[in-house]
């Protein structure tokens, strides 16, 4: 491990309140979590309700720039506070609004960082812009492996073909088009790509859940995100009362969609009622965890991984330098050995064997998939909330108060080297982004004289 990612992690693990250490927590132990971007390029051509972004965003110019500036900078203090590797998006605003070599500057600026970055979009471009992104001047890959999110779902208004979607089924081309972009380019440049789905799920979408991921579990997307939505941002797109659509709402429209019980309790990933995450594969059209959180096996395992392999990064390490860690920390635990043949025999058995596995390996039918519910806050109760935390004071009122312990435990952060912060995304979002925009109109006015 690294002796900055040794830190990190501890430092995390330090901070997070008593109620996550649990022993499925992969955060402070194999994660010090996602980092984003805030203040590059707030603008967006979609208009969405709801609209996480302030007033404001839409009045602000795209300049790239300002954009690889800022992300140079904003990475830098995160190499700095966070160690040397960690997953961070791209993320304004729409990020296909940045010219094709600008934008490639700001991804080569994450990575110059040790960060792994992910491209936040709609996914409303053309091939030609993907083929600019990825390629120089000599028609060279400029990147071996490029990650995007597309957030597709029929809140959101203004998509060529579909400018007013009624139905979350309208829009299953555009998502297939999206990946069918990738797929093309890999068979010509041997480009590597993983890719999420985003779905922001409100009252009027919430019954559309489970066909949405009956139509896209094939489709080639490795994550499928939910977000319920929030009040947060632009007033104005509140449209509806969201308090009825949480997280086991969703998650039970997933497995309504899917067919089968979809286990997220063997690996945690902050505070459980911010973020659900199960990770697992596809086989032959049916989800596998990981680990089963009802197999002691695999449990097991999960905790000697936690406890021996947790600071290695899995992603982003030369193959053969990882297999020297491995190696190096196995020798050190000799009974992990065992313990690893345990969970996969466990794991082969939920399968159907290793000739079920090869098969559907060889026939294109294995494949990663994550599902992911990720839960914003309300802003009128992390204003406050944040605002007492930044004095020191642990909230009288039992909701601000789990909104602290929440925010304390935040997945997701966004650096301020300018005040020495890391800011949780929701205290971003509802407390930081109004001024940031507005400071952001006068520095990149639409106009310029």
């Known amino acids: 491990m690294h002796p900055e990612t040794r830190q990190a992690l501890a430092e995390r693990w330090a901070a997070l309140p008593e109620h996550v250490r649990t022993p499925a927590q992969a955060l402070g132990r194999h994660a010090v979590g996602c980092e984003g971007t805030h203040g590059v390029f707030p603008k967006c051509n979609l208009t969405c309700t709801p609209c996480y972004h302030s007033a404001d965003a839409n009045k602000v110019r795209v300049d790239g720039g300002h954009t690889v500036a800022e992300v140079t900078r904003q990475m830098a203090y995160l190499r700095e506070r966070r160690g040397p590797y960690a997953h961070a998006q791209l993320i304004g605003g729409e990020v296909s609004l ?265 026939a294109g039918r294995l494949g990663l998939m994550t599902f992911e519910v990720h839960s914003f806050m309300d802003a009128e109760h992390v204003a406050p909330a944040w605002d007492l935390m930044q004095r020191g004071i642990e909230a009288d009122d039992p909701r601000l108060r789990a909104t602290q312990e929440r925010l304390a435990a935040c997945t997701y952060s966004m650096a301020h080297p300018e005040t020495g912060q890391l800011v949780p995304a929701c205290a971003q979002h509802s407390v930081l982004d109004p001024a940031e925009n507005v400071e952001l109109r006068r520095l990149l006015p639409l106009t310029v004289v």
């Open 98 to 362: 940045l010219s094709p070599d600008d934008h490639a500057a700001a991804l080569q600026a994450m990575r110059d960082a040790g960060r792994s970055p992910m491209s936040m979009t709609h996914g409303d471009f053309d091939p030609e812009y993907l083929r600019a992104l990825v390629t120089g001047p000599g028609g060279a890959l400029r990147f071996d492996r490029v990650s995007f999110a597309a957030h597709v779902d029929s809140l959101m208004r203004g998509r060529r073909g579909a400018v007013r979607p009624r139905t979350e089924a309208e829009l299953n081309p555009f998502r297939e088009r999206f990946v069918q972009m990738f797929r093309d380019l890999r068979a010509e440049t041997g480009l590597r790509y993983y890719l999420a789905h985003n779905m922001t799920v409100t009252p009027a979408n919430l019954g559309q859940v489970a066909e949405t991921v009956r139509a896209v579990v094939g489709m080639g997307y490795s994550m499928m995100s939910f977000q319920p939505a929030a009040h947060v941002g632009d007033e104005r797109r509140w449209k509806e009362s969201y308090t009825a659509v949480d997280a086991d709402a969703v998650w039970a429209e997933l497995e309504r969609g899917l067919g089968q019980r979809v286990a997220h309790e063997g690996v945690e990933f902050g505070d459980p009622r911010c973020n659900r995450v199960a990770f697992g594969f596809l086989l032959d059209g049916r989800w596998h965890a990981f680990v089963d959180p009802d197999a002691p096996a695999e449990t097991a395992a999960r905790d000697a991984f936690f406890a021996h392999y947790g600071g290695i990064a899995f992603s982003g390490t030369p193959p053969l330098l990882l297999v020297a860690k491995v190696l190096r920390a196995a020798r050190r635990h000799p009974g992990d050995v065992r313990i690893a043949v345990r969970w996969a025999r466990s794991l082969l058995r939920r399968t159907g064997g290793p000739g079920a596995v090869v098969r559907g390996a060889r």
